[in-house]
């Protein structure tokens, strides 16, 4: 009797892919993709919030696309805050437009009275 081992023998291992060959990728998440072309094309809000769901899709699925979701994202609030910034001036601009109009119109019929 012995106390030797029985040899070890490794398991098949599958075949290398051949030259020039690549395995396939699995596809892109589709949110992803809209997340991007929505928020810098359409309305930068919806992009934030397709960014927000192709991520969680993508972790539950593993499909490809984190990227274009995080771009989506970012370009969203970045256009996102200039939209508002925009809003911002122009209700300034339009309130002191309006304010001089009513200045002048008030003191120029004042006068004439």
Known sequence: MSDEQPAKVPPPQQPPYPYGYYPPQPPYNTYAILSLALGIFVLPPLGIYFGNKAKQQIAA???RGIELAN???IVG???TGLFL???VVWCLM???MFGMFGLTTATTVGVAS
């Open 85 to 87: 910034a925009f809003f």
């Open 77 to 79: 609030w970045v256009l």
């Open 61 to 63: 699925s593993g499909e």
């Open 71 to 73: 771009a989506g994202v």
């Open 94 to 96: 339009a309130g002191m």
